[in-house]
């Protein structure tokens, strides 16, 4: 079994390296080159879009919303004595 172990892991090391070779000479230069910077940059993008409007905006108002229903709810449990379980 220690040697099938060796071998798989010999296996994923040459697996490993001619993957990067390969995304090398597609992905080096040229075209491939310029869609990984623009992968990159749309990748920037979201990223900022998901910062600046999901955590700076709608995070914050759903919050509020929650707050508010929850007080809403204790509200109405404490005028009806009925309890939401």
Do not use: H
């Not at 040697?3 to 010999?10: E, F, P, S």
């Not at 900022?48 to 109405?76: D, T």
């Amino acid at each position: 079994m220690q040697y099938i172990n060796m071998l798989m892991d010999a296996l994923r090391e040459v697996w490993d390296e001619i993957s990067r070779a390969i995304f090398q000479l597609v992905f080096g230069k040229g075209y491939g080159k310029a869609f990984v910077a623009l992968m990159k940059m749309v990748c920037n993008m979201v990223n900022w879009l998901y910062n600046v409007f999901v955590v700076g905006c709608i995070c914050p108002i759903m919050n509020g919303y929650i707050n508010f229903l929850g007080g809403l709810a204790g509200f109405f449990d404490d005028a009806t004595g009925l309890t939401i379980d």
